[in-house]
């Protein structure tokens, strides 16, 4: 990863800090599994500021990590990912697409909104993985209609098992920093506790052994 994206990851980190996107407690992940800690990126949106520099790194990591002659459109996975992939298909020129989390009972049916021709390459779009299963069924839904999908963009990695499952569908997930090197900048931050800082390490290596 060049210098430029490793000072990306402590401006991340602040702004994740500053919005308080990180909470400590019990919370129930999208794929079921039980946490004890949540990074809320949905709610950076809300934070003009904060939104526009996040969308900054997504531009800057796209770029760096496969160039935008890499990708035909960008699909953005319900919901978290598509104000962020909207933005980056924007700023690349990129034609976008979303994906619904089911089919619409009405109209064509189709889970996929927006053009997609055979043989398009698609960027899947996300702001975190944990287990990948999000992006899984997005790129099944794509590789249904005809698209190809080999690569994934996303904020962090929690590092439970998600970029191993995209291995096993043959896609590369390309990503701005773990859980584990989110915790070390925050607690360099004075952002969390020491507890705090363990706690994010232990789900880590937890989920790395699932």
Known sequence: MSSSLEKEKAELSKILHKIGAIRFGTFKLTSGRPSPYYIDLRIVPSFPDAFSEVCNIYVKLAEAELGVKGFDRIAGIPTAG??????LAYRLKRPFLY???KARPHGRGRRIEGLLMPG???????D??????SLRKAASAIRAEGGIVSDTLVLMD???GGKE??????????????????AKELLELGA???????????QA???QAH
């Open 82 to 87: 598509i104000p962020f992939a909207s933005v």
């Open 99 to 101: 994906i619904r989390p």
């Open 120 to 126: 398009d390459r698609v960027l899947l779009v996300d």
């Open 128 to 133: 975190l993985i944990t287990t990948g299963l």
């Open 158 to 160: 929690r590092e439970e």
């Open 165 to 182: 499952r995209l291995e096993k569908d043959n896609i590369t997930l390309h990503y701005l920093l773990t859980a584990r090197e989110a």
């Open 192 to 202: 969390i506790e020491e507890d705090q800082f363990k706690t994010i390490m232990k």
């Open 205 to 207: 290596r937890k989920g």
